[in-house]
């Protein structure tokens, strides 16, 4: 099994992150932020084979206009 990984701020993420990545950073299920992404409520993209990404600064700029908890969390 892959030891996770932990992340402090937003320079250490990756450019594109994966549902699972951006649910922990949400604090909410992937069934959750999938459904999001399906409405059009956060900024993502869905590829061919199903699976979601999530631009890093798009995600950021999406929490930073919420005032999300998570974005003051991991960004400053």
Known sequence: MAKPVFYRDWDELPVMLTLPQVALICARTTECVRKWAVSGK?????????????????LREWFRQRGNDAARKIAS
């Open 42 to 58: 956060i900024p993502a993209a869905q590829n061919p084979d199903g699976s979601w990404l999530f631009d890093k600064a798009l």
